[in-house]
T-cell receptor
Framework: DAKTTQPTSMDCAEGRAANLPCNHSTISGNEYVYWYRQIHSQGPQYIIHGLKNNETNEMASLIITEDRKSSTLILPHATLRDTAVYYCIVRPDNFGNEKLTFGTGTRLTIIP | DTEVTQTPKHLVMGMTNKKSLKCEQHMGHRAMYWYKQKAKKPPELMFVYSYEKLSINESVPSRFSPECPNSSLLNLHLHALQPEDSALYLC???????????FGPGTRLTVL
């Protein structure tokens, strides 16, 4: 499985866009980039995923570089409830590789 | 119904007890997962069921025994656990192995 590298922690002011980077320089052609977050003591929450193109949903946007070696998760208007650990995960799209391999993630703190 | 439910929320058991964790989803998902999360660590996969058949066992000790009675239910039977097995046990489900996984809130297990 490809490995990901994320900053250990980040702060963002409430109301601003939070930009969370992730490096996945060894990603393979059939591997998707997934983002999850985990608020303290709760189950991880799916945010968004993508293969090549940028993606947007009601929670966030995912920007993947053209060479696919890195990506950025954007929370457009951060609120205090966005304080959580954010995990960037790469996962192949084939049977037998269903597992999500979580790294240590980025602890995002939204500052009032 | 768009959520994964887990019962109980909290469980305390002795090393000689037998207990079970229960997970349920009514989203028609055909893949279900058990993850274990130790304090201050990321979740780690234990088991995967795909179409009610065990497809992945991540070398989990036999004192953990999964069961998938039907496509909506996933159990984890516990017997002769050790104090180091104390953790948050997370259940997840997905439409199939290629789709995002959605997690339940977890069962916090303490083994005395």
């Amino acid at each position: 499985d490809a490995k990901t590298t994320q900053p250990t922690s980040m702060d963002c002011a409430e109301g601003r866009a939070a930009n969370l980077p992730c490096n996945h320089s060894t990603i393979s052609g059939n591997e998707y980039v997934y983002w999850y977050r985990q608020i303290h003591s709760q189950g991880p929450q799916y945010i968004i995923h993508g293969l090549k193109n940028n993606e947007t949903n009601e929670m966030a946007s995912l920007i993947i570089t053209e060479d696919r070696k890195s990506s950025t998760l954007i929370l457009p208007h951060a609120t205090l409830r966005d304080t959580a650990v954010y995990y960037c995960i790469v996962r192949p799209d084939n049977f037998g590789n269903e597992k999500l391999t979580f790294g240590t993630g980025t602890r995002l703190t939204i500052i009032p | 119904d768009t959520e994964v439910t887990q019962t109980p929320k909290h469980l305390v058991m002795g090393m000689t007890n037998k207990k079970s964790l229960k997970c349920e989803q009514h989203m028609g998902h055909r893949a279900m997962y058990w993850y274990k999360q130790k304090a201050k660590k990321p979740p780690e996969l234990m088991f995967v069921y795909s179409y009610e058949k065990l497809s992945i066992n991540e070398s989990v000790p036999s004192r953990f025994s999964p069961e998938c009675p039907n496509s909506s239910l996933l159990n984890l039977h516990l017997h002769a656990l050790q104090p180091e097995d104390s953790a948050l046990y997370l259940c997840a489900s997905s439409q199939d192995y290629r789709e995002p996984q959605f997690f339940g809130p977890g069962t916090r297990l303490t083994v005395l």
